[in-house]
């Protein structure tokens, strides 16, 4: 089997260091105490990295590798629905889009978490604290769906894909 290399070291140091946070704050740390406060302005300027390395890094890191058009959704998901071969080097469409809403959550999370903490008018409003619940919780959807469709495609396409997210090699097609 011939591989590559995808995922370079920033972009798999990004994805373990999201999950341990995410799986720190979520299941861990007490809402609202410091470690689950800098933790999540930690995650938030891995986002900010991450966002930049989109445009100046390589390869699969490139928004443009993956940022998923409504044409590339709908062929990946015929292909899906028709149990067609799919495979891209990077993110297929529907792991861009559940890439994009992840970090989107990582970012609500911030804000609203910061505007509870930091902004004095919001101190103590239900809503802000209920809306960073949901997302929160919407973000854990989206990593279980994350985590299923990673396992999915490995399975569909006989190749371990969690583990090139820690290796950084990909198989390549021929």
Known sequence: ???EKLWDPLIRIFHWSIAAIFVANYFFNEAGDDWHQWLGYIAVAW???RFLWGF?????????DFFPTRANLAQHITALVKGEHY???GHSPLGGLVMILMMLCILLLGI???MMSEIDYFWGEDWVNNLHDWI???L????LVHISAALFESYRLK???PLSMITGNRRVEK
Do not use: D, I, P, Y
């Not at 890094?57 to 443009?64: N, V, Y």
């Not at 854990?140 to 990593?143: D, K």
């Open 1 to 3: 089997m011939h591989t």
């Open 47 to 49: 986002l900010l990295v």
């Open 56 to 64: 100046f890094g390589k390869g699969a890191a490139r928004w443009s």
């Open 87 to 89: 495979h891209r080097r």
């Open 112 to 114: 609203t978490g910061f």
């Open 136 to 138: 929160a919780n919407s």
């Open 140 to 143: 854990l959807a989206l990593v």
């Open 159 to 161: 190749e371990n894909l």
